[in-house]
């Protein structure tokens, strides 16, 4: 297995119920949970609006609107 885990490797410990430990012991939400089947979702942050997207090499953006 490779030293660091790549979109696959995230999804089937999710899927498993294997959550990776978080240094501040936050929540931790799987992409999968937030865009189904969407490239990108808008997120509102009090006031201001984002938008977090996949990119076509599974890295996600976050952009201020």
Do not use: M
């Amino acid at each position: 297995r490779r030293a660091t885990p790549d979109h696959e490797d995230q999804a089937r410990d999710a899927a498993s119920g294997a959550l990776p430990a978080t240094p501040t012991g936050g929540r931790v939400v799987c992409s999968e949970q937030l865009f189904g089947s969407l490239r990108s979702v808008w997120i509102r942050h009090g006031r201001e609006l984002y938008r977090l997207q996949v990119t076509r090499y599974g890295k996600l953006i976050l952009t201020k609107n």
